[in-house]
């Protein structure tokens, strides 16, 4: 009795043979055991797990009367949520929770919880909010780093990595979870001056689904190397996925409410030597509404069209210029929440998206190779790797931005249109191969009410002609990220460096990484999260290359800003896009023909130097051309070039360029005031084949192509 005055949690149970200390023992708060039972050692068993916390954590009324049930940290979290107030009090007055958990080597949590007294909570709903917390933390922590294989029973949307199947996973999806891994091991902090490092919860379905997609249905035998890509999207599109990956899937979407990215990860992804950065297909999907079938069969349409872009005329080109086996590669698929927030009604998108690349290829002084340098957009990070306009600097020196050089430059160079996710209810067949209903793009002057916009914005002021880096001086609001570049109102230069510095230690070799933003304004809190990371080639080991002994060859093309390294002298053939018939209304049409030009010497089997206007591969059609990898895979240079009064800073933050760095392939910009081109020369050689934009031009000897990439330099002759 004494016992339990001074601790009363204390589990006490005392035997005898004597039954008339049954009442004594029970209005004392004591259990009792006759020592005469038939079943002495199964009522012993039951006491050491009800009271000790070996079995299920019974959640009993003030009657002692049970309630429900908890045999895993899951299952108890779930009750908490819904169970009495007056049975949390009850059992957490008596300790029940830590003992509970202190039997199940929960020590961390356990000894967290077990000095909390009931009197430090205002009531049982408070005690409530504390403990599923920090049981969530808790399994957020052991989960984070680890890749846990799907439970449908047991899955909840806050699992930060799961797998559907037991294949493998993929390259985006490995790099994601060697981020998840850092974390946990506090390689990568978990706050950097109050910012939330993280990665989008996410769920693989692994490469043995779409294997058994593809054999089971045979499809490899259907499709041959003839068929438009459309035409395998919708082979595709009419075949069901595997159930067990459906039954995951739909359970899966059940719990991942609000906007969600579909991605391929497939295993040649993401490599060191061809990252095939954007060669396969994402897509955005806005996940709203009641109807779950409604928003599965856009999930599913998404997965199959992600299977099928494998072989599309862009991948197959793609494989070819790398030394893989076709057969090799194999398709993950991984779906993650959106990073962000709704800003405005109905307009889902992150506060800022970016491209860090820790390798600098063209260091302007006072930065350095080694200086990190990021991309960066509002809204969603589909600008940058498409090539649209968005802002280029380096973290180390934030207040030397060569695009806003000058107010001309500013108003000019800033960024017009934000990439969403349209939340909006709208009649439509949902997605198709080459089309995404749910992305939008909207005017930077819709934001000028949104929440957060204070670290996006300068004010131009027309009668001083003067820039302001703050949205409360009168004038045309531009979007210039000064707040956050100059005067640090969130760290993002301070977590650029950093994540810089680790990543690539971690990784051995520099890094390419897609970010995204997130702040909330309710509370203040903002969360940076890594999207994916690969490692990048960078110029090392490069020989060095001779500009000399050319007293008898005409200087055809001059650049200061070359990548590639070497000679290349087996080149005949010049495919130019034509000057005088050039018009940014016109890309689309441009591209086509390049289209044509390149299947002509595809079967020809002759490599070519590409010359075209603005950025090359862009998604934007008023930047450049936008081809892809098919409509220019015999191409062995790459130039990019000034067009009367058209000019496009380079986006070295596209996955165009990376894939252009990553195969070795010769890039030539000609914006530099030392760049040359001879047109008069150009224009005097005899055009093999044209089209109304287009003209090939066919050498009767090789171009004598020299690029050092130590130096960034090259020039072609003849």
């Known amino acids: 009795e004494r016992v339990k005055k001074e601790t009363p949690d204390m589990p006490v149970l005392l035997q005898s043979s004597n039954p008339g200390y049954a009442g004594k023992t029970q209005n004392i708060g004591a259990s009792f055991l006759n020592k005469n039972s038939g079943d002495l050692s199964r009522q012993l068993r039951g006491f050491i797990q009800r009271y000790f916390g070996f079995g299920d954590f019974i959640f009993s009324d003030d009657y002692g009367h049970e309630i429900a049930r908890a045999s895993d940290l899951q299952t108890m979290l779930k009750i908490l949520k819904t169970i009495p107030a007056k049975s949390i009090i009850y059992h957490a007055s008596r300790n029940h929770f830590s003992k509970w958990l202190f039997a199940r080597t929960e020590f961390e949590i356990a000894y967290h919880i077990r000095p909390k007294k009931i009197s430090e909570f205002k009531d049982g709903e408070e005690i409530r909010k504390y403990l599923i917390e920090t049981l969530h933390q808790f399994i957020y922590r052991t989960q984070l780093g680890s890749v846990l294989k799907f439970d449908r029973r047991l899955y909840d949307s806050s699992t930060p990595f799961v797998k559907i199947g037991s294949g493998s996973i993929g390259g985006k999806a490995r790099g994601l979870a060697f981020m998840d891994f850092l974390i946990s091991k506090d390689v990568i902090p978990e706050k950097i001056d109050g910012v939330k490092i993280t990665t989008p919860n996410s769920v693989v379905l692994s490469t043995d689904v779409f294997d058994f997609f593809m054999e089971q249905n045979d499809l490899e035998s259907i499709i041959n190397d003839n068929y438009e890509d459309e035409r395998i999207a919708d082979i595709f599109s009419r075949i069901r996925l595997p159930d067990y990956a459906v039954n995951d899937l739909m359970v899966m979407l059940d719990k991942f409410g609000g906007p969600i990215a579909v991605r391929s990860s497939s295993i040649l992804e993401d490599s060191k030597t061809h990252p095939f950065a954007g060669i396969y297909k994402t897509y955005m999907l806005k996940n709203t509404g009641e109807d779950l079938s409604a928003r599965f069969g856009e999930l599913e349409k998404a997965v199959k069209f992600i299977y099928a872009s494998v072989f599309s005329k862009e991948a197959r080109a793609f494989r070819k210029m790398t030394p893989n086996i076709p057969d090799e590669e194999k398709m ?75 107010v001309e430059n500013t108003l000019l160079n800033s960024q017009k249109k934000i990439i969403c996710v349209d939340l909006s209810p709208k009649e439509g067949s949902g997605i198709e191969y080459d089309k995404e209903p749910d992305i939008m793009q909207i005017d930077f002057d819709e934001l000028k009410n949104s929440p957060g916009f204070e670290f996006l914005a300068s004010t131009y002021s027309r009668e001083e002609e003067k820039l302001y880096d703050t949205v409360h001086a009168e004038g045309i609001k531009l979007l210039t990220f000064a707040p956050v570049l100059k005067n640090e109102f969130l760290p993002l230069n301070k977590i650029l460096r950093e994540l810089s510095r680790i990543t690539s230690d971690a990784m051995g070799s520099n890094i390419e990484m897609e970010f995204a933003l997130d702040y909330n304004p309710q509370d203040g809190e903002t969360e940076f999260n890594i999207l994916q990371i690969r490692p990048m080639s960078s110029k090392s080991a490069m020989k060095k290359v001779n500009f000399h002994n050319t007293e008898n060859k005409t200087k055809i093309f001059s650049s200061d800003s070359a990548l590639g390294n070497g000679y290349i002298n087996d080149i005949r053939d010049i495919v130019c896009v034509k000057p005088e018939n050039f018009s940014n209304l016109k890309t689309e049409a441009i591209s086509d023909e390049i289209n044509a030009v390149n299947e002509k010497l595809r079967n020809l089997k002759w490599n070519y130097a590409l010359l075209g206007p603005g950025r090359w591969g862009s998604s934007d059609i008023h930047l450049g051309i936008p081809v892809k990898w098919n409509n220019i895979s015999f191409s062995k240079i790459i130039i990019e070039a000034k067009y009367d009064n ?50 090939h031009i066919r050498l009767e000897k090789a171009l004598d192509i020299r690029i050092d990439g130590n130096i960034s330099k090259a020039v072609i002759f003849y």
């Open 332 to 406: 993950a698929v991984v779906v993650q929440k959106i990073v962000g927030r709704e800003y405005l009604k109905d307009r889902y998108y992150p506060l800022i998206s970016g491209v860090m690349q820790s390798y600098n290829y063209y260091p302007v002084l006072p930065l350095k190779s080694s200086d990190p340098v990021a991309h960066i957009c509002a809204g969603l990070g589909e600008s940058i790797v498409s090539g649209f306009n968005a802002l280029r600097y380096s973290p180390n020196f934030p207040e030397n931005l060569h695009q806003f050089s000058t």
């Open 646 to 695: 058209f000019w496009v800073d380079p986006s070295y933050g596209t996955h165009f360029f990376h894939n252009v760095t990553s195969l070795g392939i010769g890039y030539l910009t000609m914006l530099g005031r030392n760049d040359f081109i001879n047109w008069e020369w150009l224009k005097k050689q005899k055009v093999y084949f044209e089209t109304e934009h287009v003209a």
